[in-house]
Each structure stands twice: as structure tokens, then as C-alpha cells.
Nanobody
Framework: QVQLVESGGGLVQPGGSLRLSCTASGRTFSSYDMGWFRQAPGKERDFVATISWSGSITSSADSVKGRFTISRDNAKNTVSLQMNSLKLEDTAVYYC??????????????????WGQGTQVTVSS
């Protein structure tokens, strides 16, 4: 089992930047592929970005390509999401998630076994 805690959310103006972090505890962090998802009010929880256990493979949703970057530090048990050029439509609760190494689908939330509590990101002028 692994516990996930997100941090770094907040209020930012359009065009601004935020960096989200997720710290894991429990089982070996490098046993897991990691992902970020987001959920806006009244909408489903959508895939944002994912990174393999080693950090060698990353993937992101078309809506954030070129603006968001996922990274991880296995020595520090953290995964981060650097968000640049934020738009109003990026407003959501952002969740960190973990799935077994190589298991399931990268972008399918059903593949992820463990979730953080979420952190609110609000983009507003």
C-alpha cells in the first residue's frame, strides 16, 4: 500500500504557473507508475499526465501538451507537475495516483490503485 499527499495548489492568473507535488509513503515508490488527473465541478476525473516507474516514459493529455511537464524523483518519493501558461479551463481539483509498474492503461483512471486527497487549482483573473 502507498499513501499519497498532494501540495502546491492555489489561485493563479491566466498565463501563470504552478508546480504541484505529490509525496508518497509506504511501499517502494519505484514500484509504481504515477499519474496526475483532474476533476472540474460537475465533470468526470480526467487524465492529465503520467510517468513510468523509472521516469523514462511520459505521456500527457492533448489539452496540456506543451504546457504541463511531469517528473519524478525516486530518491525523494515525489512526483511533480509543472504547469505553465495556465488557462481558465485548467481550474480543477488535481489528484496524484499510483498504479503497479507496467499494469493497466496509462490514461485510464480505473488502472490506478491509490489516490491522493487532491489539491485545488484555480485559474482566475
Amino acid at each position: 500500500q502507498v499513501q499519497l499527499v498532494e501540495s502546491g495548489g492555489g489561485l493563479v492568473q491566466p498565463g501563470g504557473s504552478l508546480r504541484l507535488s505529490c509525496t508518497a509513503s509506504g511501499r517502494t515508490f519505484s514500484s509504481y507508475d504515477m499519474g496526475w488527473f483532474r476533476q472540474a465541478p460537475g465533470k468526470e476525473r480526467d487524465f492529465v499526465a503520467t510517468i513510468s516507474w523509472s521516469g523514462s516514459i511520459t505521456s500527457s493529455a492533448d489539452s496540456v501538451k506543451g504546457r504541463f511537464t511531469i517528473s519524478r524523483d525516486n530518491a525523494k518519493n515525489t512526483v511533480s507537475l509543472q504547469m505553465n501558461s495556465l488557462k481558465l479551463e485548467d481550474t480543477a481539483v488535481y489528484y496524484c495516483a499510483a498504479k503497479g509498474r507496467g499494469s493497466g492503461s496509462w490514461s485510464n483512471r480505473a488502472s490506478y490503485d491509490y489516490w491522493g486527497q487532491g489539491t485545488q487549482v484555480t485559474v482566475s483573473s
